[in-house]
């Protein structure tokens, strides 16, 4: 059996600076388009423009694909005028201050109306001090106290005329505190006394008891016909009062109306009217309070306490523009990074009052993402969102209702909270994130399938193509453009292709995960300049790659290091039963690592099959026990076929001690378990890779460049033999993207890589021995691998059943 190791010219795809025809990336035009997400585009678009409920979008995709500004790019062309977009504003709610009053306008008009608002108020403030000291204004009020006085005084004199003939008359006493008061008094020799004066001209002989006492009795009469009157008077203040201010609301009406006409003629709306007349009929109430509001601040008295007592006052007839869409010419596309509660559905802030308790009212209702969004798109990371329970369950009263509320989430823990009219909004929402987020949405949550019809799907790499390598030259165009980069000549623009074909895995696909690519055209730009260069070339691109790979590989040294001082047991050269190098990879998050692992397999006679080591510690993953459980298939279809078999055998990662997942080594335990069986001893200058199905197929893997390249560092710390080498699958060759190192190693004949599709040449490889090919007797000739492999299994057989027989007649 021959097996050819691949050519060097097979272990790379190299971009011909050729194929660029510009001596820098400035000649061309910066790339404006989204390129290789055709689905994903498609998809957004439908959703966004399907007016019906229902049609929001998830983006699923990997990190760098461009899913936020392909969102943005196509959103922000689609033409959404201003027609759907309002102005919203809250007002004082004069019937129930706790519901504070929706007005909806159209876009500019919002701003319009809370500055006529402003105007009106201002004008008022400024203008009933003004009125109240007006000369006509102060004459009819004059008039009126004139006249209730006059009508006071003729209730007392006509009580007094009365009086007069039974000798008492009316006059005014002064308390001790400084209150007048009116009072009857008795006349005695043409002198007013008070009833409590007699007593003394009664011991000055000037006066007996019995006048005195006569007096007082028609004092007493007298008195009672005087609280009436005083009644009568109080009726007069009473209605002197409230003719008082029916004149000054009259004055002040005719006032408002002039200020308040042109706003109601410029918003002919019923609520805005409904909201004028309750501003009016409010200020006439309180106008005898503002009134001395404005006589405190007048007179110069606790000046600052009287001009904040007079905002606060008017404050309530001001407006709340809490959504101003006046310079808003396209439908919004908002973009949250924080979807908390607040930041999406908006917040009532709180002041503390004079006795310490909060409070708060219309003007402190603050808009958030999701009304800021209306008629237009909200764009957020699902994961953020889902990270606050209380957000996604509001988020889906609003996908499904189309209704606002804005409430602190709190609400539940306060006596009296403020409850504002809720808000009919149009918003698509647009989450990011991954696919099995969606996927657990759409199985999990009811609601989530009836929210998100549409799924936009970014893939993360594309077929390589000579259009996709001509716009990725634009890309760099237009990096170099917007971010003050340096220019890239053919042979830069080369290398950081190359990079993008070689992140797929893949010669024949290129990435679409363009940050990543930017980021390495960033650090080559940085070299470049701190060389002194005015063009990134190849050597800068590579010298950025090299960098990378130092800042990052600390931990990959230490397991060199220990592998060249024999820590960790990796052997190169020789060859020994059951014991084969595997290739695994790890990652330090930036960068993957490949490097081999020591996999060894020991039989003996017994009946307890294939006891995978790591399964029996919990190290092993899903994955992996399936593919020992292959293994163990696969052994049963080539040699049970014509004997019974039963042995017990252990597979084990020497020295692992993490967790092992994916199949990639199947290959490679099989063929540990076969020298194990055979005694064929398995090269150790070797290693191999790949994963292997029930009828002995070898199947594809992840990571071969990194797999590649972690067992040839080894083997170049201690010194190229030219014997040394690696086994892959034959269908990542086309995947093989190998360092210039390592292809010039191939080149030299000091490294082989080989590809296979069978167990069968993987064995011969790795033992050098051929497997054998079973005869009409169904048997394998003895001196091959499987010849070997299926004698020894009859002698196990033999030796587990006397082992089962001697143990029962124990």
């Given at each position: 059996m021959k097996i050819n190791p691949l050519k060097h010219t097979h272990l790379t795809w190299t971009c011909p600076t050729s194929t660029f025809t510009f001596k820098s990336t400035k000649e061309l035009r910066p790339l404006r388009k989204i390129i290789g997400q055709d689905r994903a585009i498609e998809a957004i678009t439908l959703g966004a423009q399907i007016p019906s409920q229902g049609y929001n979008i998830y983006l699923s995709g990997q990190s760098g694909t461009g899913r936020m500004t392909t969102a943005r790019t196509v959103l922000e062309e689609i033409e959404k005028g201003p027609q759907d977009l309002y102005d919203f504003c809250y007002v004082h709610n004069f019937k129930q201050s706790e519901n504070p009053v929706l007005l909806r306008f159209k876009p500019s008009e919002g701003r319009v109306f809370a500055r006529m608002m402003d105007e009106a108020i201002a004008l008022l403030k400024r203008r009933i001090p003004q009125l109240f000291e007006e000369d006509q204004f102060q004459a009819s009020r004059k008039s009126?106290?004139?006249?209730?006085?006059?009508?006071?005084?003729?209730?007392?004199?006509?009580?007094?005329?009365?009086?007069?003939?039974?000798?008492?008359?009316?006059?005014?006493?002064?308390?001790?505190?400084g209150a007048v008061h009116t009072e009857i008094f008795a006349v005695v020799d043409g002198k007013p006394y008070q009833i409590e004066e007699l007593d003394e001209l009664v011991k000055a002989g000037s006066m007996t008891m019995e006048q005195v006492r006569v007096i007082a009795e028609q004092y007493a009469q007298l008195r009672e016909e005087l609280?009436?009157?005083?009644?009568?008077?109080?009726?007069?203040?009473?209605?002197?009062?409230?003719?008082?201010?029916?004149?000054?609301?009259?004055?002040?009406?005719?006032?408002?109306?002039?200020?308040?006409?042109?706003?109601?003629?410029?918003?002919?709306?019923?609520?805005?009217?409904?909201?004028?007349?309750?501003?009016?009929?409010?200020?006439?109430?309180?106008?005898?309070?503002?009134?001395?509001?404005?006589?405190?601040?007048?007179?110069?008295?606790?000046?600052?306490?009287?001009?904040?007592?007079?905002?606060?006052?008017?404050?309530?007839?001001?407006?709340?523009?809490?959504?101003?869409?006046?310079?808003?010419?396209?439908?919004?596309?908002?973009?949250?990074?924080?979807?908390?509660?607040?930041?999406?559905?908006?917040?009532?802030?709180?002041?503390?009052?004079?006795?310490?308790?909060?409070?708060?009212?219309?003007?402190?209702?603050?808009?958030?993402?999701?009304?800021?969004?209306?008629?237009?798109?909200?764009?957020?990371?699902?994961?953020?969102?889902?990270?606050?329970?209380?957000?996604?369950?509001?988020?889906?009263?609003?996908?499904?209702?189309?209704?606002?509320?804005?409430?602190?989430?709190?609400?539940?823990?306060?006596?009296?909270?403020?409850?504002?009219?809720?808000?009919?909004?149009?918003?698509?929402?647009?989450?990011?994130?991954?696919?099995?987020?969606?996927?657990?949405?759409?199985?999990?949550?009811?609601?989530?399938?009836?929210?998100?019809?549409?799924?936009?799907?970014?893939?993360?790499?594309?077929?390589?193509?000579?259009?996709?390598?001509?716009?990725?030259?634009?890309?760099?165009?237009?990096?170099?453009?917007?971010?003050?980069?340096?220019?890239?000549?053919?042979?830069?623009?080369?290398?950081?292709?190359?990079?993008?074909?070689?992140?797929?895995?893949?010669?024949?696909?290129?990435?679409?995960?363009?940050?990543?690519?930017?980021?390495?055209?960033?650090?080559?730009?940085?070299?470049?300049?701190?060389?002194?260069?005015?063009?990134?070339?190849?050597?800068?691109?590579?010298?950025?790659?090299?960098?990378?790979?130092?800042?990052?590989?600390?931990?990959?040294?230490?397991?060199?290091?220990?592998?060249?001082?024999?820590?960790?047991?990796?052997?190169?050269?020789?060859?020994?039963?059951?014991?084969?190098?595997?290739?695994?990879?790890?990652?330090?998050?930036?960068?993957?690592?490949?490097?081999?692992?020591?996999?060894?397999?020991?039989?003996?006679?017994?009946?307890?099959?294939?006891?995978?080591?790591?399964?029996?510690?919990?190290?092993?993953?899903?994955?992996?026990?399936?593919?020992?459980?292959?293994?163990?298939?696969?052994?049963?279809?080539?040699?049970?076929?014509?004997?019974?078999?039963?042995?017990?055998?252990?597979?084990?990662?020497?020295?692992?001690?993490?967790?092992?997942?994916?199949?990639?080594?199947?290959?490679?335990?099989?063929?540990?378990?076969l020298s194990a069986i055979s005694n064929v001893p398995i090269r150790q200058d070797m290693a191999i890779t790949g994963s292997i199905n029930q009828k002995g197929d070898i199947q594809p893997i992840g990571g071969v460049n990194y797999k590649i390249t972690g067992f040839f560092e080894v083997c170049k710390d201690r010194g190229l033999t030219g014997t040394q080498g690696v086994v892959i699958p034959h269908q990542n060759v086309k995947d093989l993207m190998l360092r210039p190192e390592i292809i010039q190693a191939v080149k030299k004949k000091e490294f082989f890589i080989y590809p296979v599709k069978r167990l069968e040449e993987a064995v011969y490889l790795m033992t050098g021995m051929t497997v054998g090919v079973m005869g009409k007797d169904e048997k394998f000739p003895i001196e091959t691998v499987f010849g070997k492999v299926q004698h020894n299994l009859g002698v196990l057989h033999t030796a587990s059943r006397l082992n089962v027989g001697n143990a029962a007649s124990l």
């Open positions: 009126i106290i004139a006249r209730f006085q006059e009508h006071e005084k003729g209730f007392l004199k006509e009580f007094d005329t009365k009086i007069k003939p039974a000798g008492f008359t009316v006059g005014q006493v002064q308390e001790d505190d609280s009436e009157i005083g009644r009568r008077s109080m009726r007069l203040m009473v209605e002197f009062r409230r003719e008082l201010s029916q004149h000054d609301q009259a004055a002040v009406g005719v006032l408002m109306k002039g200020v308040f006409d042109d706003i109601s003629e410029h918003f002919k709306r019923s609520r805005v009217s409904e909201f004028l007349v309750e501003v009016q009929h409010d200020i006439l109430a309180h106008l005898d309070d503002y009134v001395k509001l404005f006589a405190a601040r007048a007179s110069g008295m606790a000046d600052d306490a009287a001009e904040e007592a007079i905002k606060v006052a008017f404050s309530r007839y001001g407006v709340n523009l809490i959504l101003d869409n006046a310079d808003t010419k396209k439908a919004p596309v908002i973009v949250e990074t924080s979807p908390t509660y607040q930041n999406l559905f908006g917040t009532i802030e709180k002041r503390y009052d004079a006795r310490g308790f909060y409070v708060s009212d219309f003007s402190q209702i603050k808009a958030g993402a999701v009304l800021k969004a209306d008629g237009g798109y909200l764009i957020m990371n699902a994961l953020d969102l889902l990270s606050d329970a209380a957000a996604w369950q509001a988020l889906k009263k609003v996908m499904l209702h189309g209704r606002l509320e804005i409430q602190n989430p709190e609400i539940q823990f306060q006596l009296t909270a403020l409850k504002p009219e809720y808000i009919k909004v149009n918003v698509k929402v647009i989450l990011m994130g991954d696919v099995a987020i969606y996927n657990h949405l759409w199985s999990q949550d009811e609601d989530f399938p009836k929210m998100f019809k549409v799924h936009a799907e970014f893939w993360h790499e594309a077929k390589r193509t000579s259009d996709m390598i001509k716009q990725y030259a634009q890309f760099f165009a237009l990096m170099a453009n917007e971010e003050s980069l340096l220019h890239c000549d053919p042979s830069g623009a080369a290398a950081l292709t190359e990079y993008a074909v070689a992140m797929t895995e893949s010669q024949e696909k290129i990435t679409l995960q363009f940050s990543y690519v930017a980021d390495l055209l960033r650090e080559a730009s940085f070299y470049a300049q701190r060389s002194g260069a005015t063009l990134v070339t190849r050597l800068h691109v590579h010298h950025a790659e090299e960098q990378r790979r130092w800042r990052h590989n600390q931990s990959d040294e230490q397991y060199r290091e220990q592998i060249r001082t024999g820590v960790m047991l990796i052997d190169t050269k020789g060859t020994r039963v059951g014991q084969i190098n595997g290739l695994t990879v790890y990652t330090t998050g930036i960068e993957s690592y490949g490097k081999p692992a020591r996999i060894t397999a020991t039989v003996s006679a017994g009946n307890a099959g294939i006891i995978n080591i790591e399964r029996e510690v919990d190290l092993s993953g899903s994955i992996h026990n399936k593919g020992v459980l292959i293994l163990s298939g696969l052994v049963r279809a080539i040699f049970s076929r014509s004997q019974p078999i039963s042995f017990s055998a252990s597979i084990a990662f020497e020295q692992s001690y993490g967790e092992i997942d994916g199949d990639s080594a199947s290959a490679a335990e099989t063929i540990a378990l």
